[in-house]
């Protein structure tokens, strides 16, 4: 079956480490995004890509960081410079052919904890 | 100004109700409109996306889109206990997706 997977689903950060959040599509999706989810806040774009080694900051991009050298892969990291990491990580792709007509497929989610 | 705006709630509709869920946005360029549910600790799923003035039915939900008046509202038919979750409208903005807050459903048997 396609879909998006991200791991961990659980993830603990120590302070000044810098940590890397997975995420892997099979949907042969050529966009795909990171959001930030707080609460009562909603989604926030962190960043998003729309082709292979090329990619965007979103709204809030500072302290994170992402690559994308395969289609299928786009992970995040999240520096030890984002003062208040402890968030819901949630990963998206889309097709990239009629934009955003038919809107994202999202992964699980990576809930990462400050410790 | 929010770009994309929803009342938080909680909704509290009683099962066999119709629920209405209303949503707002300030960018006139958006083109498509988007509903995702999502239930507590899990990630959203799409319900339904509208991109044309006027109604789009599917199954329970029906999604409504006045872009005169940068509206838009989610219907829910004969409301279930299991649609109680956050309803998130979105709006795209450039290549992605705005999201607003997120409106909380109650239904309640």
């Known amino acids: 079956d396609g879909g998006i997977t991200q791991s961990p689903k659980y993830l603990f950060r120590k302070e000044g480490q810098n940590v890397t959040l997975s995420c892997e599509q099979n949907?042969?999706?050529?966009?795909m995004y990171w959001y930030r989810q707080d609460p009562g806040q909603g989604l926030r774009l962190i960043y998003y890509?729309?082709?292979?080694?090329?990619?965007q900051k979103g709204d809030i991009a500072e302290g994170y960081s992402v690559s994308r050298e395969k289609k299928e892969s786009f992970p995040l990291t999240v520096t030890s410079a984002q003062k208040n990491p402890t968030a819901f990580y949630l990963c998206?792709?889309?097709?990239?052919?009629?934009?955003?007509?038919?809107?994202?497929?999202f992964g699980s989610g990576t809930r990462l904890t400050v410790v | 100004q929010k770009e994309v705006e929803q009342n938080s709630g909680p909704l509290s509709v009683p099962e066999g109700a119709i629920a209405s869920l209303n949503c707002t946005y300030s960018d006139r360029g958006s083109q498509s409109f988007f509903w995702y549910r999502q239930y507590s600790g899990k990630s959203p799923e799409l319900i339904m996306f509208i991109y044309s003035n006027g109604d789009k039915e599917d199954g329970r939900f029906t999604a409504q889109l006045n872009k005169a008046s940068q509206y838009v509202s989610l219907l829910i038919r004969d409301s279930q206990p299991s649609d109680s979750a956050t309803y998130l409208c979105a709006a795209t903005k450039r290549n992605a997706l705005n999201f607003g807050k997120g409106t909380s459903l109650l239904v309640t048997p």
């Open positions: 998206a792709s889309s097709r990239q052919q009629g934009a955003l007509r038919y809107g994202y497929t």
């Open positions: 890509s729309q082709i292979v080694n090329d990619f």
């Open positions: 949907l042969n999706h050529d966009a």
